[in-house]
């Protein structure tokens, strides 16, 4: 069951949620995808030639560009639907459990959700528990708690999406409210490996892609202006300046006529007009300025150190690479586009909302805000808030192990398999068994003080007649 807040009024599991998308066109895809993002293609962390990948869902590929359907790929015909979804709201119905969307959007255009300049970068690719699994690329926090006593350093990997995830779940209470498996984007469904050893290999293509990604830094993912409607908004072009006319220099003269303005002028007006009279050696003599000296070094003039110091070559400093949220200041203008869409489903978009939290988030204003929202941490376990590293999404990532290995006898070893424990795996009922097996033994122990608890109106331990006599 989906972790709602109130599972007893969450009469539909509805589909619509805010989040980010990821959608590409892709030439081996689908060809009515559109590109939201090109940060990331996705199509390096899947398999379309199935070389690694057996079997699954009808559905196959939902990321990087989609499924072009038959006869290219042979599975359902669909648009990329690549996303990450920071809130589930369900359905636009409250006798549903959901959330009206007239009333979402008017909080989402009051500005009371504090949206930053949306930059990212996957973290992993993993398969789910589910069995057969789910492929999915991850977009967690790194570090999952952030350094809340020092005011310089860095602000973790993804802040942003938990920044916002929170907001909206201190803002918006519903019994359909959830967020499936902060934060990640399904690649694919029930997927089947050939073997173990195409199942390596693929998490390691994987892993190269996730790598050079990290390299590049956060990065945002929509970069063009939108409006609520998530129509591009027109472009307004800037007007170049006027050039204007260079200004004479002291000891040059503007032009008279238009003869010296247009050199090119035919052969027969230069033979007409008068040649000037040179001037005289004493106003020559008299136009003549003599050149500054430089004081440390008389026998050099000032154009000669001026010559000397233009032909140094020029030295340019390099650039560490960061994000360009973090790094710009107050005074540069930056183009933030990189905001929310929201979803009537994974395929169907209806709304964006841009950011209005602007960068730089280095200031210590905007990081006291930035760490008040993240200090708290929702646990889809209790239903409740936790300080941070105390909730659901701080946790281990789920194991790259998809296929099931068969139970051996109890007499032979078997190597640990490392997986996620839920509340209705086998292992948690073998571990129950165990303490319950435990238990009975201690009473068997006791047996000798059952008598005393007789007194008081206790029950006495159940014990065999095997251990009554070797207790004797």
């Known amino acids: 069951m989906p972790p709602v807040l109130d ?3 969450s009469k539909v599991d509805g589909l619509a949620f805010i989040g980010l998308s990821l959608t590409q066109k892709s030439e081996r895809g689908h060809p009515n995808s559109e590109t939201h993002q090109t940060a990331f293609d996705l199509n390096e962390v899947i398999d379309r030639d199935y070389e690694f990948i057996m079997s699954t869902n009808d559905d196959g590929w939902l990321v990087g560009g989609g499924e072009p359907g038959p006869p290219v790929s042979y599975k359902l015909a669909a648009k990329d639907s690549a996303h990450v979804e920071l809130m589930r709201i369900g359905t636009y119905r409250k006798d549903w ?54 005011a310089d350093a860095p602000l973790p990997l993804n802040w942003q999406l ?23 984007s399904t690649i694919l469904r029930k997927a089947e490996f050939r073997s173990e050893e195409h199942q390596a290999k693929y998490f390691a293509k994987c892993d190269s892609a996730i790598t050079a990604w990290k390299k590049m ?15 591009p908004l027109p472009v ?28 090119e002028q ?82 169907n978009i209806t709304h964006f909302f841009a950011p209005n939290f602007l960068p730089p988030y280095n200031t210590p204003e905007k990081r006291k805000i930035i760490l008040d929202v993240l200090k708290e941490e929702w646990c889809e376990h209790s239903l409740s808030w936790k300080p941070c590293g105390e909730g ?46 435990v238990l009975n033994h201690v009473n068997v122990c006791c047996a000798p003080l059952n008598e005393q608890f007789k007194q008081f109106g206790g029950k006495p331990a159940a014990v065999s007649k095997d251990e009554e006599t070797k207790m004797a």
């Open 217 to 231: 830094g956060p990065q945002p993912l929509n970069t063009v202006a939108r409006g609520l409607d998530c129509k």
């Open 266 to 347: 035919p052969p027969h007006h230069k033979e007409n007009k008068p040649k000037p009279r040179p001037p005289s050696p004493e106003i020559l003599a008299s136009r003549q300025k003599p050149t500054p000296k430089d004081p440390k070094h008389p026998e050099k003039s000032v154009d000669e150190e001026e010559a000397k110091e233009a032909e140094k070559p020029e030295v340019k400093e390099e650039k560490k690479p960061s994000s360009d949220a973090e790094s710009k200041t107050e005074d540069e203008p930056v183009d933030c586009n990189s905001g929310l869409w929201l979803f009537d489903d994974r395929e």
């Open 236 to 263: 307004e072009k800037k007007e170049k300046p006027k050039e204007h006319a260079p200004h004479p220099k002291p000891h040059e003269h503007p032009p008279q006529n238009k003869s010296e303005e247009s050199p």
């Open 392 to 437: 659901s999404m701080t946790k281990k990532k789920p194991a790259k192990v998809v296929r099931e290995l068969p139970i051996a006898p109890e007499e032979e070893k078997t190597a640990p398999v490392e997986e996620e424990v839920s509340s209705s795996s086998p292992l948690v009922s073998k571990l129950d068994n165990l303490v319950g097996d």
């Open 162 to 184: 938990r920044f916002i995830h929170n907001q909206l779940f201190k803002k918006f209470e519903f019994p359909s409210r959830f967020c499936p498996g902060a934060f990640h």
């Open 7 to 9: 599972p007893s009024k």
């Open 97 to 150: 459990g959901g959330l009206p969307k007239e009333e979402f959007v008017d909080v989402m255009k009051s500005g009371d959700i504090l949206i930053p300049q949306i930059e990212v970068s996957p973290t992993d690719v993993v398969a789910n528990p589910d069995k057969p699994p789910e492929l999915e690329i991850r977009f967690d926090m790194e570090p999952e708690i952030p350094t809340f006593d020092d």
